[in-house]
């Protein structure tokens, strides 16, 4: 026994371009609701940790101690008492600011010591040690390779 029907079927076609947008939304989301970290300027070999801390805050200010003995504020040659000064009128502008103190692992204790020293001199509170985030560590925010976590 054989059915007939009188319904005429069609192919069926699948429109391409609203996938297509939706996939491009969804890049762009992506893309805007990730965060990038860079660590621009000087290179340093930060000393690396054993385990993960906390994220970057916004009002960072990144005393540089290079392997040369060389000193950066803000990214900015300076000397020990240059350092002073320029610490004392940025603490008079923005008290609140976190230093990051960015030295490389093979500097002596001191050199980190004596900048932490003139951070405090100035006023500060809020002072921290830039080292490299080992690879099982490292989130996947930061990516692979990320060196510069503050702690």
């Known amino acids: 026994m054989r059915f007939t029907t009188h319904v005429k079927m069609e ?3 699948i429109d391409m371009i609203p996938l297509i947008n939706c996939l491009f939304l969804l890049n762009i989301f992506f893309l805007l609701s990730s ?14 940790i054993s385990r993960k801390f906390a994220g ?13 003995g060389k000193i950066y504020l803000a990214e900015k040659p300076s000397t020990w008492e240059g350092l002073k ?8 502008t923005d008290p609140s600011r976190v230093i ?6 093979s500097l002596p204790h001191e050199s980190v010591a004596r900048a932490m020293a003139c951070a405090q001199a100035a006023g500060f509170t809020k002072i921290s040690l ?8 490292a989130s996947p925010r930061e990516g ?3 060196e510069g976590a503050r702690r």
């Open 56 to 68: 970057r805050e916004a009002n960072e200010l990144f005393i540089t101690l290079t392997q040369q």
């Open 85 to 92: 000064l320029r610490l004392r009128t940025m603490h008079k």
């Open 144 to 146: 692979p390779g990320h």
């Open 130 to 137: 830039a080292v490299a985030v080992p690879q099982e560590y």
């Open 100 to 105: 990051v103190i960015k030295a490389d692992s």
């Open 35 to 48: 965060s990038v970290v860079f660590q621009p300027g000087i290179r340093v070999d930060l000393p690396a």
């Open 11 to 13: 192919a069926v076609r």
